[in-house]
């Protein structure tokens, strides 16, 4: 299995929660991260390409970022903010209750990457 298709499966519950947030496959493209809302009854002509990824590490960092807005949105009401204009920002963000638990999952998932893109 390539890093890619690695990184996709390690992420894969991940991308079941997103709603709006895709990976793809594009023939002669490559790899590419969608924006929007898909329906598989009909095509939806809202989806977007958002990233072409030229590696598999600038992959790693799209799914990551996109794990950081599922952790956002499942404690949002814990968390001072109300959105961020760039989601990195909640590293630095978070009130003491939660900081141990956002590090070490975030931890976690960094080390699961670097195992992948180590091989």
């Known amino acids: 299995m390539d890093k890619y298709r690695e990184l996709i499966s390690m992420f894969s519950?991940?991308?079941e929660k997103?709603?709006?947030?895709?990976?793809?496959?594009?023939?002669?493209?490559?790899?590419v991260s969608l924006i929007g809302l898909l329906s598989k009854e009909e095509q939806n002509a809202s989806?977007?390409?958002d990233e072409i990824f030229s590696s598999p590490e600038?992959?790693?960092?799209?799914?990551?970022?996109?794990?950081?807005?599922q952790w956002f949105y499942e404690h949002k009401e814990l968390l001072p903010r109300k959105d961020y204009d760039d989601i990195?920002?909640?590293d630095s963000d978070l009130p003491d209750n939660l900081q141990e638990q956002?590090?070490?999952?975030?931890?976690?998932?960094?080390?699961?990457?670097?195992?992948?893109?180590?091989?």
């Open 13 to 15: 519950e991940v991308l």
């Open 18 to 31: 997103s709603k709006d947030y895709h990976i793809a496959y594009i023939y002669q493209v490559g790899y």
């Open 47 to 49: 989806m977007i390409v």
């Open 58 to 69: 600038s992959m790693a960092e799209s799914l990551l970022r996109n794990w950081r807005w």
């Open 88 to 90: 990195r920002k909640l």
């Open 102 to 119: 956002y590090r070490q999952n975030i931890s976690d998932w960094q080390n699961k990457i670097q195992n992948i893109l180590r091989k």
